[in-house]
C-alpha cells in the first residue's frame, strides 16, 4: 500500500507517522510508483500483505521484498512500525521510526535496517518476528515500511519544509489465545443550526460520537442511526457509511454525521447502535430543537411572568 506523503521539519529530520490509505488492503503490493514493498512471494503464489498467527514466545521468519522501479539505484531504510488509527477519520497509520513501538514493531526485525535495490531491480530482506511469552492474545498490526531518507524541497520552495516518502506492507498479526470483541459508543452530541424565523430556511444538525474498540481484535463496524421525536414518530433510519473498514484493537476515533433537513420544532432520541461479529452496543441522546425566534418569545414569556408573579407576591406582602 502506498504512504502518503509527510511534511518534516528540515532542522529535526523527524517522521512522527505515516499514513497509508483507508480501508481495507487490496490484492496487490503496497506501492508509491517509484518503489513497492511486499511479502515474498512463496509457493502459494503472491501476498499482498502479511497476514500471520503465531503462539507467545514463538518466532516467525518470513521474508521482504523491496522493488525499485527507477532508472537509478536507490536505498531505503527498513522498519517496522506499530498500526492505529487516525483520530481524525479512522484511517490506518503507523507510528515513525523515532516513536515507541509496543507490539509487532517491537518484535520484528529485519536482516538489514538498510537495503540498496539496483534500477528497476528486486531485494528480498529476511524478517524475523520474536512474539514475546508474555504477549496478550488478539490482533497486533503494523507494517514493514520501506523509507527513503532523502528530503525533497516542498513543491512552494520553502527552506523550512521537506518531504520524505514511504511505503509500508502492512501486518496483520494475531497471537493465538482468547479473543474478545468489544465496541462501544460514547460521547454522542448534537448541535442544531436553525434559521431565525420558522419555515424560512434549512434546519440542519450534526451529530457527533465517539466510537471505540475496547476489545483485542481488529473489527469491520457498523453503524446505524434512528432518530425518533414526540410520540415516538421516525424521524431519520439509515446506515452511516463514513465509519473506519478497520478499526484496530484498543483504538477510538471520533466521528460525524451530518442530518440535513432536521427538525426546527421537535423532542426526542437519537439512537446510534454498532455492531460486528458477535459485539453489539448502542447509546442514545435526548435533544430539542427550537427556532430562534420562537426561543426569543419563549423566553421573553418566561421573563415577563416571572416579574408579573414577584410584583404580585410583593404586592400582596404589602396589603398584609
Request: proline fraction near 8%; hydrophobic fraction near 40%; glycine fraction near 10%.
Amino acid at each position: 500500500m502506498r504512504i502518503r506523503i509527510h511534511l518534516l521539519l528540515l532542522t529535526g529530520l523527524l517522521l512522527t507517522g505515516v499514513l497509508l490509505p483507508a480501508g481495507a488492503p487490496t490484492a496487490h503490493a503496497a506501492d508509491n510508483g517509484s518503489w513497492s514493498v511486499y511479502p515474498a512471494t512463496t509457493g502459494t503464489g503472491p501476498r499482498p500483505y502479511f497476514y500471520l498467527s503465531a503462539d507467545p514466545g514463538a518466532t516467525l521468519r518470513d521474508k521482504v521484498t523491496v522493488t525499485n522501479k527507477t532508472d537509478r539505484p536507490q536505498t531505503y531504510r527498513l522498519y517496522a512500525a506499530d498500526a492505529y488509527n487516525t483520530a481524525r477519520d479512522g484511517g490506518f497509520a503507523v507510528r515513525g521510526k523515532g516513536e515507541r513501538q509496543r507490539s509487532v514493531g517491537a518484535w520484528a526485525r529485519t536482516g538489514r535496517e538498510k537495503v540498496t535495490v539496483p534500477p528497476r531491480g528486486s531485494v528480498d530482506v529476511p524478517l524475523t518476528i520474536t512474539v514475546p511469552e508474555d504477549a496478550e492474545p488478539g490482533d497486533h498490526p503494523g507494517a514493514l515500511v520501506a523509507l527513503d531518507e532523502r528530503v525533497d524541497p516542498a513543491g512552494d520552495g520553502s527552506v523550512a519544509v521537506g518531504i520524505q516518502r514511504a511505503v509500508g506492507a502492512r501486518i496483520y498479526l494475531r497471537v493465538n489465545g482468547p479473543t474478545v470483541p468489544a465496541l462501544s459508543v460514547d460521547d454522542i452530541r448534537i448541535e442544531h443550526t436553525q434559521p431565525l424565523v420558522p419555515g424560512t430556511g434549512e434546519s440542519r444538525a450534526v451529530i457527533s460520537y465517539t466510537l471505540r474498540n475496547r476489545g483485542n481484535v481488529t473489527l469491520s463496524p457498523k453503524v446505524a442511526l434512528r432518530a425518533e421525536g414526540l410520540f415516538g414518530r421516525t424521524l431519520l433510519d439509515r446506515d452511516l457509511k463514513r465509519v473506519p473498514s478497520e478499526l484496530l484493537p484498543r483504538q477510538q476515533v471520533r466521528l460525524t454525521e451530518r442530518w440535513a433537513g432536521a427538525p426546527q420544532l421537535e423532542w426526542g432520541e437519537v439512537r446510534l447502535t454498532v455492531s460486528a461479529p458477535r459485539t453489539r452496543e448502542s447509546a442514545t441522546a435526548s435533544y430539542f430543537a427550537l427556532p430562534w425566534l420562537m426561543a426569543g418569545i419563549l423566553l421573553v414569556a418566561v421573563g415577563g411572568g416571572t416579574a408579573l408573579w414577584i410584583r404580585a407576591r410583593r404586592a400582596r406582602r404589602s396589603t398584609a
